[in-house]
Structures are given as C-alpha cells and as structure tokens.
C-alpha cells in the first residue's frame, strides 16, 4: 500500500501541481470557499459511473489554493483505514496551488456499491480550521482477469420480473412484494450488496449465497409515509455473476393523500 502510493505521488509530482488551465481565473476555478483554503472540488467520485474495481486501490486528486497571507499547516482528521493522504508539494506557501492525493484501498473497504466517506483536513486557517472533504467512488468486483472457462461456470442470476406496479396506495400504507430469481449459472451465486433510491425502501434477501440451480428471493417493503403522488423506487442488486453484476429492480405506483 505504501509503496503504491509513493509511486502515484512521484507521478503527480512530476506534473503540474494543478490542472487549472492559463485562460481560467484562480477565483473562479477554485470556487468552493472554505475560509482562506479555496477548493476546485470537496467530494471524490473516482472515474464517475466507472467507479472502482476491487480488489485495487486507485487515487485521485483535490486540488486546492491556499489563499492565506502565510504557509499552510494541516493534518488530518478522522482518516479511514482504506485511505492514504498526501499533499503536493509538502510545503504550500500562500497564495499558491496545491493538491491532495487520495489513495482508496478497496481491498481495506471491503464493500460494494456506492459509498460514502469524509475526513477532516484540519488547518492554520484562522477562519474555518477544518475543512471537510468527502470520498463516494462506486466500488465493483475485477472480472477482468476471468478465462473463458470461469467466464462459461460462472453465477448467472435470473429474474422471474424485475418490475412490480403496486398499483394505487392511500398515504401511510405498506406494500411487501417479493422479487423471486435463479441461478442458473454454475457456480454459487452470491449477493454482494443491496440499496435503495429511498430510506422509504427497504430490501432483504432470503439468503445470500445461492447454489447453482436454487431460486432465492429478495423482499421489498415500500412505506408510503410522506409520499404523494406517481412513485418509482430502485432496488440495486449487486452480485458476483459477471455478465449482469448489478441489477435494478424498480417498484411503480401512485400515492394518494
């Protein structure tokens, strides 16, 4: 892990220390105010909707201004085990341009789906010492390295629906309905990870590893509470069949007060 990282920090350093191109204003790139620490971005994403494969540990970069009339001084705060943190260069003098390196272990994580994760970075600013900064990469497994006869005994979870219209609700009720699939691969099938687009949503598998040939079911309890109107809410299942490793499962309605 360490040795990764050094090797990520030498290949940051080598380029510029920030992407802000010539034509764009320090004030207006770096347009999140955190007192005298100003930021292009707070959050970490990691390549967007191609998120992170695991078992890997990938990095990314918060670039930052230190508008303060002296050198920056920090540490962090509330770090995480799967994180390693790194500033670029070690030393910020004011009114320049640095970055943080952010190294995520998925291997340490050891989750799938969304996530959401922050650390404080605490510093010398006499307006606002501690400045939030928040990690949310979508983490998937590495199929990558899969031959052609694992790829052919894989899992393969099968549906029976993926779609349930509960039809019309009165403002307060619950609704269960029960998703039912296969495996019909040939390997054990396992459910890695569930959510839902609402706390209102709530999903449980029956079981989470399934054998080759099992059915398995994964019930869905809707609550209306504070709802109104046309409703769709998402159930994602994530799974270790590599050919359809995340499955939406969607329940429609209306709601009536």
Known sequence: MKKLLTAIIVLLTLSATAQRGPDVSIEHYYHIKRGNVWFHATRLIYGYQDG???????????????NMDKALEYS?????????????????????????????????????????????????DSERAKKRLIVSPKIKQDFSGLSEKELANAPKIAFENKKYDFGTLEQGEKITHTFRFTNEGKRDL???????????TSPEPEKKQ???GESGA?????????????????????????EHPVTKLHLNGVVKK
């Open 52 to 66: 992170i494969k695991y078992p890997k540990t990938e990095t990314d970069t918060i670039y930052f201004y230190n």
């Open 76 to 124: 962090f705060q509330e770090l995480p085990d799967f994180l390693s943190v790194q500033i670029i260069p070690p030393d910020v003098p004011a009114k320049t341009e640095g970055k943080i390196a952010v190294a995520y272990d998925t291997k340490i994580k050891d989750t799938y789906g969304p996530t959401f994760d922050y650390f404080f970075m605490k510093t010398n």
């Open 190 to 200: 396992i459910i890695r990870a569930m959510n839902a687009s609402c706390g209102c």
């Open 210 to 212: 399934i054998a080759p």
């Open 218 to 242: 994964i019930k869905v309890i809707f609550n209306s509470s504070g709802k109104i109107g046309r409703q769709h809410q998402r159930v994602t299942v994530i799974t270790n069949d590599p």
